[in-house]
């Protein structure tokens, strides 16, 4: 099963910018889409991006769109999510997670991936 390990969260004013990056402890990293999602504090977990396994093709989350990139370096097994022009609603608990299937192309459906990380926590102070 694959590992994900998630990093870069923190606290940042309103308007600056995160990186996040998402270990992953597999071999065959560069096979899977993957995808970043969040959890507000007493909300649901919802989409944020996902990239397809050659990073070809990414799909965003209206909330991010224009203001956030994912990417993917398969050398490091590594995926990102640069965040500028935060807002304090993009305060959450970001999870990274590994798609069910190989090859397939990017999901906004939570039900697509089955691996996940522990997450990192994102606050926006305004």
């Known amino acids: 099963q694959v590992q994900l390990v998630e990093s870069g969260g923190g606290l940042v004013q309103a308007g600056g910018s995160l990186r996040l990056s998402c270990v992953a402890g597999?071999?065959?990293?560069?096979?899977?889409?993957m995808g970043w999602f969040r959890q507000p504090s007493g909300e649901e977990r919802e989409f944020v991006a996902a990239i397809s396994w050659n990073g070809g093709a990414t799909v965003y989350a209206d909330s991010v769109k224009g203001r956030s990139t994912i990417s993917r370096d398969n050398n490091k097994r590594t995926v990102y999510l640069q965040m500028n022009t935060l807002k304090s609603e993009d305060t959450a608990v970001y999870y990274c997670a590994a798609a069910v299937t190989p090859w397939g192309a990017p999901s906004r459906a939570e039900n697509q991936y089955n691996t996940w990380g522990q997450g990192t926590q994102v606050t926006v102070s305004s």
């Open positions: 597999i071999r065959t990293f560069n096979w899977y889409t």
